[in-house]
């Protein structure tokens, strides 16, 4: 990554960066009007597929602000790779999923939001959200939406009161997971639904993951015996949806991503949408969770080149981008469930019936847990994928449990 300097560091140094360039300029008028030459002009990195359906926003902004917008599609999960590459030629304002957020502000890339934007999203945003765009308690992202995985059933096989319970769906139909490969993304938050930590309680505490405990060894026992649970359906990563069309899996956990296929496989009519159970794990009934992602602007001082003008219009910009109203859009044409909290309660968000589990799920912490954003989670994925697909094909033995999941606690700490 291209080095640059941090001209501005928070919102309230707008005002002051101004003051200080506008010194600077009194004495190199050269210098002042080269910095300018396209300070007219914001670069906007958006997700891919969704230029079109940001077109009036940018608009909007561009009328209001006297600025260009140059919209780009770039794939989200990029933007960190991309941005820290080298800053300077990269987007003034990115869409990114929250997770890359710590590496972000570790690097020094994005500076902490002005103070009135971070107020509206204090106001206007639900606590988890809020949660997903801070860093060591700090804003550094506008959020405009929420992603959760949530609870397919068929609902000719099961009733809404069946799902509450997974010993209830087990008993009466059948649940299809996967824990041969045990995606962690999928199966790892079951450690926090036993009320564990993954890199603390807020998790930004590279030392507080405490799977190493006997309620961690309960949830790998309780993987374990899923093998001779007569209601569990052994799925791999290719049949999932034909298993959940050919009436072998009665009910599966997936995302909003699988939506318009589960209603292919069984019929629009058919198809009931959920959150998550609970389930029975160590004699103990919990809340089972999933993991929240939170999709976010953040904005790259960089391009501006010490421009207090630019900057401040690309956070303006950013706020546009994931404004009630922008968010209200965001819904219609890409169906991303809003993070604000009142286009949440609209009439049109809420007879949704995907859109309303989401919200369900991604609004409080009984139900799930924010990904944590810092880089050692590429050692998690890893780790915990093979611990948890070893205990359920029976490469860990039961006593080994724990001892595995301390080795593991131990590892995730140490990894730099």
Known sequence: MKSWQKVI????????????????SQGSNAKSESASSDSKTIKLWVPTGSKKSYADTVAKFEKDSGYKVKVVESEDPKAQEKIKKDASTAADVFS?????????????????????????????????????????????????????????????????????????????????????????????????????????????????????????AAVLKWIADQKNNKGFVSLDANNGMSKFGDGSVAAFESGPWDYAAAQDAIGKDKLAVAAYPKVTIGGQEVQQKAFLGVKLYAVNQAPAKGDAKRIAASYKLASYLTNAESQENQFKTRNIVPSNKTVQSSKEVQSNELAKTVITMGSSSDYTVVMPKLSQMGTFWTESAAILSDAFNGKIKEGDFLAKLQQFDKDIAATK
């Open 9 to 24: 560091v928070s919102g309230a140094s707008l005002t002051l960066a101004s003051t200080l360039l506008v010194g600077c």
């Open 96 to 216: 990114l999923p929250h997770d890359q957020l710590g590496q972000l502000v570790e690097s020094g890339t994005i500076q902490e939001v002005p103070a009135k934007y971070t107020e509206d999203i204090a106001k206007n945003d639900t606590d988890q959200a809020i949660a997903g765009a801070q860093y060591k308690g700090k804003t550094y992202g506008f959020p405009f939406g929420i992603e959760s995985q949530v609870l397919f059933y068929n609902k000719e096989k099961l009733s809404a009161e069946d799902v509450k319970s997974y010993e209830t769906i087990t008993s009466k139909a059948t649940f299809g997971g996967n824990f041969k490969q045990a995606n962690a993304y999928a199966t790892g938050p079951l450690f926090m639904s036993v009320g564990n930590t993954l890199f603390g309680a807020n998790g930004e505490d590279v030392k507080g993951t405490n799977w190493g405990n006997e309620k961690g």
